[in-house]
């Protein structure tokens, strides 16, 4: 039969004295408090070499342009030749448009445009025709003219008779009325033309502006890049059709953020631009530093910017301490070795014991190619190229010349 273990001899551990426990606990106190008092040191010597002077927030994140691509002309997308996350340049063709009914149209306001130049070059070819005839009837009213003085001095002889001389007065008058027929007659084309040559009537300059705005619909048909970036939120689709406004993509420069860090308003108070952060992005933790300088502090709380801004005029009244955004610019060279992203979150640290500008003071600045740009400064420009080709070669020539005989002709 096997031994029982409870028959096993058993050890004694004589009790703890009050004595002991004493000791112990004193002990365990001592060390606590020892403990304590170095990490309240510890704490102290942080705060007053480190942290005293600067203002940290985890309520920060990267933010940059994010650039609208729009429609400015109607039709059916026929190509589109980028698509999200590719790089494109400052004027490449994102999306190519159907440009038959555009192309249609501005061949119509081509025909128009030589069209009005024709007309008008005819009108300054009836203002010399009714010139010519004016200068024609002024020359037989002077012929009678003298033809009735020649009778005058020859019916006091009796060399001309009375019939002859009542004759040539009534010839005169009726060459009087025809002549201030002419003139009427020329000052009805001269209120056409007067003033203006055939490139500068306004018949010609309006045909000249619907050629215009129908060859910039034309080339609105390819819709450009305005700037250099990345495409995000491609949102149309072959065979779909576009209107002015509507929305075709993003673009998103990566060579020029910034972060935007929320700091409570009771944190605020030495804030300024020009002081100098620290940033540690969360996409790449303790591993990459970023350096950025406070560039401005946003005008007003985010409260106040929000869709339905707070009143607190109105219902009951909660004090809830706000949040103020301040912008920090992040060295350019750094996001060139470590790319970023906007939306990403950010613990940033602002050094406000360095110096720095007054509260109201801002050092952002719009030097980078994303707030310009000069894609379409050329379409203008090349329409009226074109426009004034058309002109050229639909005006006959000598179309402007003035003819002297008009000048005198025209006074009485």
């Not at 106190?29 to 309240?40: D, S």
């Not at 034309?218 to 209107?243: D, E, H, T, W």
Request: proline share 5%; aromatic share 6%.
């Amino acid at each position: 039969m096997s031994s029982d273990n409870t028959d096993a001899p058993r050890i004694a551990v004589p009790p703890l004295s009050r004595k002991s426990i004493r000791a112990r606990r004193a002990f365990l106190l001592k060390a606590l408090a020892v403990g304590v008092a170095v990490g309240v040191l510890a704490a102290g010597f942080r705060w007053v070499t480190y942290d005293r002077d600067w203002v940290t927030t985890d309520n920060a994140f990267v933010t940059g342009n994010i650039i609208p691509v729009q429609a400015d002309a109607t039709g059916v997308v026929a190509r589109v030749l980028v698509e999200e996350t590719q790089l494109v340049n400052k004027g490449d063709v994102l999306i190519q448009l159907d440009a038959q009914r555009a192309r249609a149209a501005l061949g119509q306001a081509e025909a128009e445009l030589a069209r009005a130049v024709r007309n008008v070059g005819a009108l300054f070819a009836n203002r010399r025709q009714v010139c010519q005839k004016l200068a024609a009837r002024a020359a037989v009213r002077e012929r009678t003219r003298h033809d009735l003085a020649r009778y005058k001095q020859a019916a006091t002889s009796g060399a001309a008779s009375r019939q002859l001389l009542q004759n040539t007065e009534d010839t005169l008058a009726a060459h009087e009325a025809d002549l201030r027929e002419a003139r009427a007659e020329y000052q009805a084309v001269e209120s056409r033309v007067g003033g203006v040559t055939p490139t500068t009537h306004p018949d010609i300059e309006f045909a000249k502006a619907r050629f215009n705005d129908a060859y910039i619909e034309f080339l609105r048909q390819s819709i450009r890049a305005p700037a250099a970036g990345y495409v995000a939120k491609r949102r149309v689709q072959v065979g779909q059709r576009v209107r002015p406004g509507d929305q075709i993509m993003n673009i998103v420069p990566l060579d020029h953020l910034w972060v935007e860090a929320n700091l409570w308003e009771n944190r605020m108070e030495r804030i300024r631009p020009g002081q100098p952060a620290i940033i540690k992005v969360d996409l790449y933790g303790s591993s990459a530093l970023f350096h950025g300088t406070v560039e401005g502090l946003v005008p007003g709380s985010g409260s106040v910017f929000a869709t339905l801004p707070p009143d607190n005029a109105t219902g009951n009244f909660i004090r809830i301490v706000q949040r103020v955004p301040v912008r920090i610019a992040i060295d350019p060279e750094e996001l060139k070795k470590t790319p970023l992203r906007p939306g990403l979150s950010t613990v940033t640290s602002i050094n406000v014991s360095a110096e720095a500008k007054p509260m109201n003071d801002s050092i952002v600045k719009t030097s980078t190619g994303e707030y310009s740009t000069e894609v379409f400064d050329r379409d203008l420009a090349d329409a009226k190229t074109r426009a004034d080709k058309i002109v050229k070669e639909n005006l006959v020539a000598g179309a402007d010349a003035a003819d002297g005989a008009c000048a005198a002709a025209t006074q009485p």
